[in-house]
């Protein structure tokens, strides 16, 4: 008989925190390949149903099928950023007056400062002209992050639409190799795995699309009835910045007001941050939920550390990348009977998956069992 070996538990414990450690510090130094790659298969997921509609309908080889449905993608996002691009270059005829309102409104506050601490005027200047000397000093480190930063976007987007170009050419391949890579009592598992996390980042990037629609449609319509200045561009940038959950909806309400407040009276402003908020609650109440939440089962606290950890890993990529890789997580926790309680923890609490509570059934049946042979006489048999 082959007794089980059961290791100690610092040594587990020990063993799963040099694991974090590795797979995050691994994370950090292959950011530049990962990133591209996850983006690639989120794409490419979302293609797969385009890709096949134009194998089995228009005769399509595979090979021309993946670069027309990638090379369309890509045109409309690029002419939604063109579109955007195109309403930031009209805001340079406003420079002028939002130079001279930051002087009017720098002013003001001076009078204010000399009036409510005693600080004269010069004192003032004195102290904001060495801060800026200081500043500028670093200036030229600050333009080559930023020529660096842009350099990194452009590189991301070029290797985002070749993975996602050569994932759906080898989709077929990439799935056998999965199924091939584990035994045969485990295939049909990972198969499983395979069609979930399809369906589920197909309907989750789907009504991510939607949700930014709606947004940026109710934006659009608010912006329209204040009155605001290039209410197009602003409207679709709340739109797009919602897509980071609870941050990107506070970026959109401060570039909002800085527009606003150059262009227009400070009573505009006012009315913008109302209107952002109301989005927001509209957004929040009844837009995700419906469109978005349904798709994917995950609490909001670890969507929040989720959210923390991917920005501190891999910046507004990471953050981007959060659910979707949370969600992915969980559907492969909920399948593997030993995660199962990860699974559980990362699930909202009214919302869990139908193989863990058949778990947790047979582990109450088991304990009652277990209770009820204890309470039989010794010299009757068991109740069956």
Known sequence: MRLKFEYPFYLKLACVLISIVVLGYLGIVGQNVIVPIVLGLLFATLLVPFCSFLERKCRFPRALAAIVATVLFTGLIVLVLYLLAMQMTKLADDWPAFQQQLIDSFSSLQLWVQEQFGIEQNSQLDYITQTASKSISTGTDILGKALSSISGVIMLLVFTFLYTLFLLLYRRHLVKFL????????????????????????????????????????????????????NFMLAILTGVLNVLPYIGIFMALVIGVIITFATTSASHVLFVVIAIVVIHAIDGNLIMPKVVGSKVKLNSLVVILGLVIGEMTWGISGMLLTIPILAILKIVFDRVEDLRPWGFLLGEEDNESPLFNKAITKIFKNQEKAGEDDNCPDDSPPTP
């Open 179 to 230: 199924v091939l890579a584990f035994r045969d009592k485990h295939q049909h598992l990972v198969l499983d795995v395979v069609v979930q996390v399809q369906v589920m980042v197909k309907r989750y990037l789907v009504g991510l699309l939607l949700q930014m629609v709606i947004v940026t449609v109710l934006a659009l319509i608010a912006y329209s009835i204040i009155g605001v200045k290039y």
